[in-house]
């Protein structure tokens, strides 16, 4: 069992380029969720998805977007790097939002440049 | 807003001992409060969650309590061992699943 996979693991890429994380989970979750986590200010939603068709913004969702067009996908774009989103970034996912916990993935390393 | 804290940053302990690390919060509306682990470079492991309506739960050498009305959550550690060493985070949910995290403790247990 997997439960969580994300990709890449760690990525280097230049300011204004165009990159999406990829997340997916096997665990038929209907909520999913991205946070980064940054030296000082600790873990921050970025934006969630209560069931597939939905997604929501969190506490720092400018510059980034989701979809989430079936259960287990729910990729993170940015459409143009800037160096303030060098970070770690995690998917997690839970049963059903707000009751069952919330399971991460290993993470995404990125490095903006 | 709802602000999560952890006190104390850091900790560091004998093996063997048993330790309380703490997790305070500014709003008491909470739907559950979760604590998780996390090892250097890793992702976050879910260690308890407690729903607003229980006082505590327990899993191992581990017992988190919930005292709503005081906004204050403890994590239990009971006989410390080297393996434990880990940062430890508290997150509190709201009925939208979304979570905010404390800083987090970064334990150490000396053998």
């Known amino acids: 069992i997997a439960g969580i996979t994300q990709a890449p693991t760690s990525q280097i890429l230049a300011a204004g380029r165009r990159m999406t994380l990829r997340c997916t989970q096997d665990m038929r979750h209907n909520a999913m969720y991205w946070y980064r986590q940054d030296l000082g200010l600790g873990l921050r939603l970025i934006h969630y998805s209560n069931t597939a068709g939905t997604t929501g913004k969190g506490e720092v969702p400018d510059g980034y977007s989701v979809s989430r067009a079936n259960t287990d996908d729910f990729p993170l774009t940015l459409a143009s790097a800037v160096p303030s989103q060098t970070s770690v970034y995690f998917c997690a996912s839970s049963d059903v939002a707000g009751v069952t916990e919330q399971f991460f993935g290993p993470g995404t390393r990125l490095t903006v440049l | ?111």
Not at chain 2, 7 to 25: D, H, K
Not at chain 2, 54 to 78: F, M, P
Not at chain 2, 95 to 101: A, E, H, M, R, V
Request: proline share 5%.
């Open chain 2, 1 to 111: 807003k709802q602000e999560v804290t952890q006190i104390p940053a850091a900790l560091s302990v004998p093996e063997g001992e048993n330790l309380v690390l703490n997790c305070s919060f500014t709003d008491s509306a909470i739907y559950n409060l979760q604590w998780f682990r996390q090892d250097p470079g890793k992702g976050l492991t879910s260690l308890l969650l407690i729903q607003s309506s229980q006082r505590e739960q327990t899993s191992g050498r581990l017992n988190a309590s919930l005292d709503k009305s005081s906004g204050r959550s403890t994590l239990y550690i009971a006989a410390s061992q080297p393996g434990d060493s880990a940062t430890y985070l508290c997150a509190v949910g709201s009925n939208t699943g979304k979570l905010i995290f404390g800083q987090g403790t970064t334990l150490q247990v000396k053998p």
